[in-house]
């Protein structure tokens, strides 16, 4: 699988260098949320512009991020551009599960303006 990667103090944030999404991706998509998740991330974006197809093994890779990073910061989905994976998503409802923002730098001051709510609460 082939993706890039800009880790700060902060989020990491992973492009997917794949067209496609599917089960010979998804494993190895998976295992790089773990790595990344026991490393001590606390907030993830996950980059699919250049994705143009996602089956259901790719649902479930994005799924497992979600989860992973649930209760300890945030998990977004972003660069959903191509019209199958838009769908797919919509259809899936995967919108209403995990946050979903139009681009990567959108993505980044929503997780900044996160992190200053949760610093304000918990003051």
């Not at 994705?51 to 977004?76: E, H």
């Not at 838009?86 to 409802?93: D, Y």
């Amino acid at each position: 699988m082939k993706y890039s990667i800009d880790k700060t103090d902060k989020y990491a944030l992973m492009t997917l260098e794949v067209e496609n999404l599917n089960s010979l991706v998804a494993p190895d998509l998976k295992s790089e949320f773990v790595i990344f998740r026991n490393e001590g991330i606390s907030n993830f974006i996950l980059d699919l512009a250049k994705v143009k197809y996602v089956d259901s093994s790719g649902l479930s890779a994005i799924l497992t991020g979600n989860r992973l990073w649930k209760g300890i910061g945030s998990f977004v989905l972003t660069g959903i551009h191509h019209s199958a994976v838009k769908k797919l998503i919509e259809i899936s409802r995967l919108d209403t599960i995990i946050t979903v923002i139009p681009t990567a730098s959108e993505a980044v001051d929503f997780l900044y303006i996160e992190n200053l709510e949760r610093h304000l609460e918990e003051e």
